[in-house]
Every structure is written in C-alpha cells, then in structure tokens.
C-alpha cells in the first residue's frame, strides 16, 4: 500500500515539476531588443529613467516584484517599474520599462506576460 501512495503521489506532483522547470527555463531565455528598435515612448522613459526623474506616474521607480518569475532571480527590492506611456490610453497602459539594480533593462508591452532584454 505504501508503494502505491508514493506512486499516486509521484503521478500527482510530477505536473507540477515539469511546469515549475519550464518557467525557470523561460526565465533564462529571454529575447532581446535593441533599444533603437523600440518605440519613442519606451526610449523617452529609459532616458528619463537614466536622468533621475522627475517620473510622470506615482508608481514609477516603486519595486517591482517579479512575481511571474521571468526575469532572473534575485532578493525582493532588486527590480524598480517604470510605465512607459501608451498613446490614446486613458490610465497607465500595459508597457513597463523593468530596471535591475545592475543597470539592467527589461521591456514588457503586455503587462508582465513577457520581457524582453533592452540592448543599448
């Protein structure tokens, strides 16, 4: 009987493992784009980005908490979001600018679905 409750078990969980490894996966192969490839909107946040600001949204600069997991792993607090402004939108859009604590840039146009790797 203890053979069998491992086995169920095993059936059970495996799902489980095979899809928690295809996100670690994911996160690790992320696209790229270069910065001159994206939108004027997404250039005009980077560069604000890089000046310090002042930021047009009151959520700009808080933590971003990586919570779909994929982007690299680190401690809470690594990561900062920056709405990137969508024309003819009447709140924040769905486009973040994610910056690392390394300098790192990332740009999602699909609210968090996907990233890709900016490229200066």
């Known amino acids: 009987m203890r053979t069998f409750a491992w086995i169920l ?4 969980f495996a799902p489980l493992t095979v899809s928690f490894l295809s996100a670690r ?40 908490g ?22 003819g939108s009447g709140d924040r859009g769905a486009r973040r600018v994610i910056l690392g604590k390394a300098g790192e840039l990332y740009y999602t146009d699909n609210h968090y679905q996907s990233f890709r790797r900016v490229i200066e």
């Open 9 to 12: 078990l095993l059936c059970l």
């Open 66 to 87: 990586n919570f779909e997991r994929l982007l690299p792993s680190h401690e809470r607090g690594y990561y900062k979001e920056f709405t990137v402004p969508t024309p």
């Open 25 to 64: 996966e994911k996160q690790h192969s992320l696209e790229s784009v270069n910065l001159a490839d994206l939108p004027k909107e997404v250039r005009q946040t980077i560069a604000l980005i890089k000046k310090g600001g002042p930021y047009p949204y009151k959520k700009d600069g808080t933590v971003f």
